[in-house]
């Protein structure tokens, strides 16, 4: 075993750094009648460490406002304007001059969504949607502005199948029309794919066969894909790798992928199962923990995963079911829905829901044997350091897999993290997330078999 003298800031810079995190953002919607001024948005936005944002619009307050911030933005050319922007390059010519030239670089502007959802949009602009998207980029490279990406956020229901996930289609009738010339561009462009997930409709519409903790990234057995056998503990990834295999069948396995949009509602109508305050708590925070801690999806490990969070505010003007106006994190006067960490620090600061719905110990769990074994996936740098950290700054017992000493054999890297990996989380009372390091473990219901060591289940 490698000497676990390292550093206290080993888990920083070891187990994120090479973990590639994602990042977190948030969508600022507004359609409400009694929001806050841009002005205070933008230092609730900050008072929070949040540094990306994505908006619906070029709104003139919100893209002054933010001018200064640092807070990487992403706008958006309205559904309404598709065919505008599809039948002349002079209007997107136009809108470039006036809605981000106007703004950048002052305001960071990062990318532009042109449209959204607009497979789901009942006027039917679905045809405008890619003639759309190549005049707005040649608007963007006669401004000299190429380094804004171009692209366009799609929902799940452009998939035909999600399930088995390896078994991940777009629907045959969206290919040759939209989804194959979009994907095209990305890759000229060197953009990725926007996509809106949503696991709170897959389990309100089947509850009877999706386990609440499976969508809310909670305890679970899990769910063994039979196409590809890969293991997943959460929808969310699930669903995100379904777009994966999606995008692989039609050979676009080099276009990256970023969540614009997720969420969970805090309110729902007596239909809308799971809705309430504690699982939105537990989806988007835990959600959150995973971005930050962790890497790519079972079938992406290497791509990080970029969220938005649905949403920055409850919206009251928002037509639809109750959901629908409560999918806020704050309320229209700033204060918190519930409390969750929204940053690498503030989860290091232990950061939580008031309501203590992340947490998930054994001791709620009723059969209460559950370990944590290494993920040999994950490659052998990572697995390393994420064992040096549990064995110094971490405080697992690591005496057992000394020279000599009984779990010492098989002298392996995997059996070896998984000992000191299974330690940490059994003295952290298997709270969420300490059985993680950065993707590089994973929580297990049978009993390690490694030789002849025996892994405890309590200290």
């Not at 199962?273 to 801690?293: D, I, S």
């Not at 079972?298 to 791509?303: A, E, F, I, T, V």
């Not at 003295?427 to 300490?434: A, Q, S, Y």
Request: proline content about 7%; overall charge negative.
């Amino acid at each position: 075993m490698a000497s676990p003298a390292f550093p206290c800031f080993l888990l920083l810079l070891s187990i994120f750094a090479l973990a590639e995190s994602g990042s977190i953002g948030l969508n600022w919607g507004r359609v409400a009648s009694d929001l806050p001024p841009p002005a205070k948005v933008v230092e609730l936005l900050k008072s929070q460490g949040i540094t990306r944002v994505k908006l619906y619009d070029t709104y003139d307050g919100a893209l002054t406002a933010l001018a200064g911030s640092g807070i990487s933005v992403v706008v958006a050319l309205p559904n309404e304007q598709l065919s505008s922007a599809a039948s002349a390059q002079s209007f997107t010519d136009s809108w470039v001059q006036s809605s981000i030239s106007k703004y950048y670089p002052s305001t960071k502007i990062v990318a532009i969504a042109v449209g959204n959802e607009v497979f789901a949009d009942p006027n039917n602009t679905t045809n405008f949607l890619v003639p759309a998207m190549n005049n707005v980029y040649a608007s963007l490279v006669k401004n000299n502005l190429s380094d804004i990406s171009v692209s366009s956020p799609i929902a799940l229901s452009s998939l035909q199948t999600s399930y088995p996930t390896s078994a991940g289609s777009f629907k045959p009738d969206l290919v040759g029309p939209a989804i194959k010339p979009m994907l095209d561009f990305l890759r000229k462009t060197g953009s990725y794919l926007m996509v809106n997930v949503y696991p709170f409709f897959a389990y309100t519409a089947n509850s009877d066969q999706i386990s609440l903790d499976y969508a809310l990234f909670k305890q679970n057995p899990g769910v063994v894909d039979s196409g590809n056998g890969l293991k997943y503990s959460s929808l969310f990834d699930a669903q995100v790798d379904a777009v994966y295999a999606a995008m692989s069948a039609l050979q676009y396995n080099d276009v990256k992928l970023v969540v614009t949009e997720t969420g969970w509602p805090s309110k729902g109508d007596a239909n809308e199962v799971g809705a309430g305050t504690e699982n939105a708590a537990a989806y988007n925070g835990n959600l959150v923990k995973r971005v930050l801690t962790g890497n790519g999806t079972p079938l992406r490990p290497n791509n990080a995963v970029d969220v938005y969070l649905f949403a920055l505010f409850n919206e009251n003007q928002k037509p639809g079911p109750t959901s629908e106006r409560n999918y806020g994190l704050f309320y229209p006067d700033e204060q918190k829905v519930y409390s969750i960490p929204l940053t690498v620090e503030q989860l290091a600061s232990g950061a939580t829901n008031a309501s203590k719905a992340q947490v998930q110990t054994a001791s709620s769990d009723p059969a209460g044997q559950t370990w944590c074994v290494a993920n040999g996936r994950a490659g052998a740098a990572k697995l390393q350091a994420a064992l040096d950290y549990a064995c110094g700054e971490g405080g697992a017992d690591c005496r057992p897999i000394q020279p000599g000493s009984a779990c010492y054999d098989p002298e392996t890297l995997e059996a070896h993290a998984s000992y000191a990996f299974n330690s940490y989380y059994q003295k952290h009372d298997r709270g969420t997330g300490t059985c993680y390091f950065g993707g590089a473990a994973y929580v297990v219901t049978q009993p390690p078999k490694y030789g002849e060591c025996e892994f405890p289940t309590g200290y």
